[in-house]
């Protein structure tokens, strides 16, 4: 039967396609401008105002899950907002007791407007009437990142860590935001691009891998993707995480490389599980 464990995993997976983790060799991209985003004007200001919806389904069923993903302008100058929430709706909603998840992420602009750094971080997951919270602060001046983790119960639990010289700890929709500026590298066809974040369950940076010119001429004739498809990648991750025979991601980005659509293969007991972009707003500064 539908888990809610699962449904977590779509949630927050299938928006997300280019920040979800892999297992690849490590190949470093050069530092670089992104080419499709206007330098004219600094990072946050390229996405303010976007939003994008995408709904979710598999088998016969059209809309399983809905999610949303916005970035907003701050409370201070040269601060940023960005958040995904996502929930189960109808029957998978019914069965999942219509299970929400948000994360939430705050964020400034350094190195004069060409970088997002995370300052905090939560994490939501309402499950009918109960809930649990987890917060990250990241306090670059003393190289602290604090953790408060909210239980079902109502305890809560602080943790502080030291956050390594040279390190660079942001959460993963800051770093969507800079990989799509092209902090890491100006991105292209057959590239492969190591993203750092916060250290979690073992994973300390994303790599995100673009599907060759000539694959994804081969995977066109095949099959036509949505309008505005422009790359094509392909995510390999634990056929376990994804409950999945191969623990294979695929999708489409558009040109402004934020995902038009994502499939994860032969999940178990559900087959193809799709996400797909209903509608894509930005607001005009």
Do not use: C
């Amino acid at each position: 039967m539908l888990t809610r464990r699962y449904f977590l995993r779509v949630l927050a997976g299938l928006p997300l396609l280019p920040m979800l983790p892999f297992s690849a060799p490590e190949v470093r991209a050069e530092d670089g401008g992104h080419p499709r985003v206007s330098t004219k004007v600094t990072i946050g200001e390229a996405f303010a105002g976007e939003e994008m919806q995408y709904d979710i389904a598999f088998w016969f069923l059209k809309k399983v899950a809905a999610a949303k993903m916005t970035f907003t302008r701050g409370p201070e100058k040269g601060q940023y907002v960005a958040a995904l929430h996502g929930e189960t709706i109808g029957l998978a909603g019914f069965v999942t007791r219509y299970r929400r998840d948000t994360y939430r992420a705050v964020m400034e602009e350094v190195e004069g407007g060409r970088r997002l750094r995370s300052l905090s971080f939560e994490e939501q997951v309402r499950v009918g009437d109960t809930s649990r919270r987890n917060t990250h602060i990241f306090d670059h001046k003393n190289r602290k990142w604090i953790g408060h983790s909210v239980r079902k119960s109502g305890a809560v639990r602080t943790r502080e860590r030291d956050i390594p010289a040279g390190q660079d700890y942001n959460d993963f929709l800051t770093a969507s935001y800079n990989f799509r500026y092209g902090v890491y590298g100006a991105v292209d066809r057959g590239g492969m691009y190591r993203v750092p974040v916060f250290p979690k369950k073992g994973v300390t940076y994303y790599d995100v891998k673009i599907t060759s010119q000539a694959e994804e001429d081969r995977l066109r004739e095949r099959s036509a993707p949505s309008r505005g498809s422009e790359y094509h990648i392909e995510l390999a991750m634990d056929p376990e995480v994804l409950q999945s025979k191969k623990g294979l991601i695929k999708g489409w980005l558009t040109a402004e490389l934020y995902p038009v659509e994502g499939i994860i293969e032969d999940v178990f007991l559900f087959g193809d599980v799709r996400g797909t972009l209903l509608k894509r707003t930005k607001q005009q500064r």
